[in-house]
């Protein structure tokens, strides 16, 4: 009952011994993830100490190099905590080992940088998953977070979330909290990230316990609009959307690198009737998105 990631997923954390990478990777255990270990290479080696989800203390050993990491523990996941400028070096010596799902939760990379190590994981041979960068991960309910997300917000359901906005994310999350979520992703608001509204769609029409999707996009670019078109020819799932930023003043940035308005191109106006064209029911706020999204879980 997800995408992407479950109960047995094992996690190394890019970053393990820092700040970020510290706290939450006891609020990842908290959440009952299977963290085996982390890469810090100046700290190779040594443990770090944590508590699991039922309490118990934990001693998550440092490796060298996510290859020893994954060699050592079987991981199949890593989660990147590293400061911008390191970033992309962290994501192709991920990329390097073909390890699964790569979620890089980093603000700020590069564009140049991030465009690189995409490119790199498409030249061999999209092996790796990559989430992010600037997002806050993704998670299954009940059984693994890889990310920031607050997994205390909701339990497991019938709704698949993909958004680009991370607070947008926990708040639907919340209000549609006695529901429940199959998977909820935070792909990120830069011009260029991993993982697209398209590919969560498609892995959310796929999942047979996912039942209806909500899809969270913002102003800029045309994401939205080619996830409309792809909604209207794949999907056959009930989608609910809503699209941040309707009242945001053309030609100007708004938080997210990738949230600028040119022209009536990138709209929450032109992406919203794209995505109604769709038959993708689009709410105004949040809540009455919230709102749209029950109506449609009862109706089913």
């Known amino acids: 009952m997800s995408i992407y990631l479950n109960k047995d997923s ?27 270990g982390g890469v810090n290479a100046r700290k190779a080696g040594t443990t770090v100490s944590h508590t ?5 203390p ?8 996510v290859a020893e990491a994954i060699a050592a523990t079987g991981a199949d996941v890593s989660i990147a905590f590293v400061p911008p400028a390191f970033t992309k070096d962290a994501m192709v010596e991920a ?10 939760i980093t603000e700020g990379v590069p564009v140049g940088d991030t465009a690189e ?11 790796t998953r990559i989430i992010g960068p600037n997002c806050p991960g993704i998670i299954t309910p009940g059984e693994a977070l890889v990310g920031i ?11 698949g979330l993909v958004s680009k906005s991370g607070t ?53 670019g045309d994401a939205e609009e080619r996830a409309a078109e792809y909604i209207k020819a794949h999907v056959t799932k009930p989608v609910v959307g809503y699209v941040a930023g309707f009242t945001a003043p053309e030609g100007k940035t708004m938080g997210h690198a990738g949230a600028i ?16 064209a769709a038959g993708v029911r689009v709410g105004k706020t949040p809540s009455e998105t919230a709102a749209l999204m029950r109506e449609i879980i009862e109706a089913l």
Do not use: C
């Open 10 to 36: 094992k996690v190394i954390v890019q970053g393990i011994t820092g700040g970020e990478g510290t706290k939450h990777t006891a609020l990842m255990l908290k959440a009952g993830t299977n963290v085996v």
């Open 52 to 56: 699991d989800a039922a309490g118990n």
């Open 58 to 65: 934990v001693e998550l050993p440092v490796f060298a190099s």
């Open 95 to 104: 990329i390097d080992t073909d390890i699964p799902l790569l979620v890089v």
């Open 117 to 127: 190590a995409w490119a790199y994981a498409k030249s061999r041979g999209n092996k």
């Open 149 to 159: 997300t607050p997994a205390n917000i909701t339990g497991k359901g019938p709704i």
């Open 168 to 220: 947008l994310t926990y708040q639907m999350m919340f209000e549609l909290r006695d529901l429940g979520f199959s998977t909820a992703i935070g792909i990120g608001g830069d011009p260029i990230i991993g993982t697209t509204h398209i590919d969560a769609l498609e892995a959310f029409e796929a999942d047979p316990e996912t039942k209806a999707i909500v899809m969270i996009g913002e102003i800029g």
């Open 261 to 276: 308005v040119s022209g009536s191109a990138g709209t929450a106006q032109a992406k919203k009737e794209a995505l109604e």
